[in-house]
């Protein structure tokens, strides 16, 4: 695992930034599996059997639906619920784009 960038701290815990690459610099269902995995190794979440699972809500990039990502929140003992938007409408729907909360984050 690579050191340094930015930390924040999560319910307690110290959180380290996530660092990736990929060939076309772009993200990648290597890479996605690879987030998840580092937030479960993390152990953020207390993971019960046929407890609540941890929630991503992404866009609808092709990246979405390989198998790396996808036998990630399947299988084992780390599954995740994933809700996947349209694909080519995250223009429509991202928090970030909406004109009234552009400019409005607060710290």
């Known amino acids: ?13 110290e959180i380290p930034c996530f660092m990736g690459t990929s060939p076309k610099s772009s993200i990648t269902s290597k890479l ?7 937030m479960d190794e993390l152990k953020i979440w207390e993971r019960i059997p046929d407890g609540p699972r941890p929630f991503l809500l992404l866009d609808g990039h092709h990246s979405r639906m390989e198998l790396p990502f996808l ?3 399947h299988f084992g003992e780390h599954q995740w619920v994933i809700c996947i938007g349209t694909p080519y409408g995250t ?4 928090v970030a784009d909406s004109s009234k909360c552009n400019g409005c984050f607060y710290v």
């Open 1 to 13: 695992a690579m050191k340094g960038g930015p930390k924040c701290i999560f319910r307690g815990k």
């Open 32 to 38: 996605l599996a690879g987030m998840l995995a580092h």
């Open 71 to 73: 036998d990630y929140i």
């Open 91 to 94: 223009h429509l729907w991202q």
